[in-house]
């Protein structure tokens, strides 16, 4: 990689880790000479660790956690001249106080970027909604965001240098960000060459790993795979859920079809993971917004035709083969932290 910048900058990752993107992508840049660290106020359960964490999670009350939040947020102001805040938080603010200290941070002259992730800026119940509409209930559509994300958002439009979204489905509510999308540490996930259970049972085991059911569609899921076995053919579904982050590539490695989400269409961090380990995957995606990535190898997976889908899989492994090759192919290409980091440091440079 070409480094974009000769100047070390002094960037902040802030406040909610998701997933460990802060961190790997913090690494990345600290491996490039830059003076980078990632600060989450509240600790995840997946078992991803950052340089810094308040533990906001773990206080009693309001008090408590302004007492932690407050000198930090001095300390940070002081030490760094790039924020790059994460969930649609920043550092400081509550109630009719949100976002306070980002008229403080741009005063100071420091570079304000937000990237946003999806239920930030996404009420849950819309996805709720989305369920029930693909379950055939005859149901009202919701607003997509709630007030509260709405008052957020037009704090964000006002004091930040550049919004962000990880998913070209985000340019719904925030037409105007960047798509940065997810990055992947491409020297962990790769394949260890170990083949997939099958190739001594003849299962065929398709992973699902929602972090959320109502989320990802999960009973659609189990549905669709239920049905493949009760038409004869050999499959196990495996649900890999509250499972810590350093366990779950052996489990998919043993699988040899991946499942994402089925519902609000583009992919996630789980099919970065299996494309960049080899294995085909199915997820829905929005025929709206595929021009922004046209190459994407991911097999369509809406509820209505997810069976007929796996069942193709199943029953070709030349075609799972191929899709995994252009996976890994992909994801080098789009998702790999390094390529990630280029994309941020021009984002940066172009705020100055």
Known sequence: MTELTTKPLRILFAPHEIGGQMQLMVEELRRRGHFATAAS???????????????????????????RTIPFTIWAAQNYDIFHFFWGESLFGFGPFM??????????GKK???????LDV????????????????DIDEPPISRPEQ??????????????????PDLFRVVPEAELVQQAVGLDYWQSS???????????????????????????FVVKSVAELKEMGYPVELVLIEKVPYNEVKDLYEMCDIGVDQ????????????????????????????????????VQYGYPIQLTRTLARLVADADLRNKLGSQGIAY??????????????????????
């Not at 999670?57 to 956690?65: R, T």
């Not at 996404?122 to 693909?134: A, G, M, P, Q």
């Not at 709405?150 to 998913?167: F, G, H, Q, T, V």
């Not at 290409?333 to 280029?342: L, S």
């Open 41 to 67: 106020y509240t600790q995840e359960w997946f078992g991803h660790v950052n340089d810094v964490n308040l533990n906001l999670n773990m206080l009693k009350n309001n008090y408590q956690k302004h007492a």
């Open 99 to 108: 976002h306070i200290d980002l008229p403080i941070l741009k005063n100071m």
């Open 112 to 118: 304000i970027f937000v990237h946003f992730r999806g």
């Open 122 to 137: 996404i009420d849950l119940k819309y996805f709720d909604y989305l369920r029930s509409k693909t379950a055939g209930d």
């Open 150 to 167: 709405l008052k957020s958002l037009a704090k964000w439009r006002k004091y930040a240098d550049r919004m962000l979204i990880s998913e």
């Open 193 to 219: 060459g170990k083949p997939p259970r099958s190739t001594r049972d003849g299962i065929i085991r398709i992973a699902h790993a929602p972090s959320m059911r109502r989320k990802k569609g999960t009973e």
């Open 262 to 297: 089925v519902l609000y269409g583009w992919d996630g961090k789980t099919s970065i993971e299996l494309m960049a380990l080899g294995k085909p995957v199915v997820c829905y995606i929005n025929p709206e917004w595929l021009h922004f990535r046209p190459e994407l190898p």
């Open 331 to 352: 994801v080098k290409k789009n998702h790999d932290v390094r390529v990630v980091i280029d994309q941020c440091l021009k984002l940066y440079q172009s705020a100055e």
